[in-house]
């Protein structure tokens, strides 16, 4: 018999992961990840800087998640509308 896990609570959590791809080095983030905050999911992204005095640190934005385009659906197919077979 299998024991169940309980269910990982991610209110008020957050994870980063390093980016694999980055159009421009220069200005794409470092960390891209998200952020549970009181049950609102948000886009994090982290950027390593350095201070003024040389110190490395990570900046972080925070950004509302970009909605994914809802699939549009196919247009219906009309099978017989060539069909000039007479039966």
Do not use: C, H
């Amino acid at each position: 018999m299998k024991s169940e896990r309980p269910k990982f609570d991610n209110l008020n959590t957050g994870v980063l992961f390093k980016a694999t791809f980055k159009r421009d080095p220069e200005k794409s983030p470092d960390y891209i990840g998200t952020l549970n905050v009181e049950g609102k999911v948000w886009t994090i992204f982290g950027r390593m800087r350095k201070s003024q005095d040389g110190k490395p640190f990570m900046g972080l934005s925070v950004a509302v998640p970009k909605e994914k385009p809802e699939p549009k659906p196919a247009p219906p197919v009309d099978d017989f509308a060539d069909d000039d077979l007479n039966f």
